[in-house]
């Protein structure tokens, strides 16, 4: 009943722009901070982004800051992350998360976050 379903993924040339969506149901979205994670193969999982429950704040990981933007429209239960000036080493496995009772300050980390997607594939590649 709980179900967190990342789209959008795909194979976008180097300089390039993607829009990742996740879709929530059976979740009060707004009562939950949003995170989206990546994780290239052999490597850690890392924080890209977070998001407040009403979207008033948000962080970054340094090497996104500028090109990717989270935002939510918690009347749909999805969040979104706008990628833009994609580069080779974007490329990953995206995930979105949520977490209750965590605030969004500096970028997230996994153990916060209580609820996970299965992920959505992203290849940046000429």
């Known amino acids: 009943q709980l179900q967190l379903v990342e789209s959008g993924g795909g194979l976008v040339q180097p300089g390039g722009s993607l829009r990742l969506s996740c879709t929530a149901s059976g979740f009060t979205l707004e009562n939950y901070v949003i995170g989206w994670f990546r994780q290239a193969p052999g490597k850690e999982r890392e924080g890209l982004s977070c998001?407040?429950?009403?979207?008033?704040?948000?962080d970054y990981l340094d090497s996104v800051k500028g090109r990717f933007t989270i935002s939510r429209d918690n009347a749909k239960n999805t969040a979104y992350l706008q990628m833009n000036i994609l580069k080779p080493e974007d490329t990953a496995i995206y995930y979105c998360?949520?977490?209750?009772?965590?605030?969004?300050?500096?970028?997230?980390?996994?153990?916060?976050?209580?609820?996970w997607g299965q992920g959505t594939q992203v290849t940046v590649s000429s």
């Open positions: 998360a949520l977490s209750y009772g965590f605030y969004c300050s500096g970028v997230p980390t996994f153990y916060e976050y209580n609820y």
């Open positions: 998001i407040s429950g009403s979207g008033e704040s948000t």
